[in-house]
């Protein structure tokens, strides 16, 4: 989550990102700028998610309300992942065989 917010802030990720997932990107850096009174740094986040477990939680449930809400149009794909994987994949249009060993 961290991450997602900091890379909300960086900018680009949201110009990519759906409508949902665009407007959670916007309140979570909303509720995070107002709660540092300016431009929070990842450390100082992490500390508070961290020391605050209801500003975690408000914070996640808004996230994982977007995910619940992203939709793919015309050519492209929702993948909605949570929890912690060594290997992940993710495919689309695959046409004939396709092996993994």
Do not use: C, Y
């Amino acid at each position: 989550m961290t991450v997602a917010i900091a890379t909300a802030m960086a900018g680009k990720a949201v110009e990519v990102a759906s409508e949902p997932v665009r407007a959670a990107v916007a309140e979570i850096s909303r509720r995070v700028r107002e709660r540092f009174r300016g431009e929070p740094t990842e450390e100082n986040v992490q500390r508070v998610l961290d020391e605050d477990p209801e500003f975690r939680a408000e914070l996640e449930a808004i996230w994982s309300s977007a995910q619940t809400q992203a939709t793919a149009t015309a050519d492209g794909v929702v993948n909605v992942f949570n929890g912690p994987a060594e290997k992940s994949i993710q495919l689309r249009d695959v046409h004939g065989d396709f092996n993994i060993t």
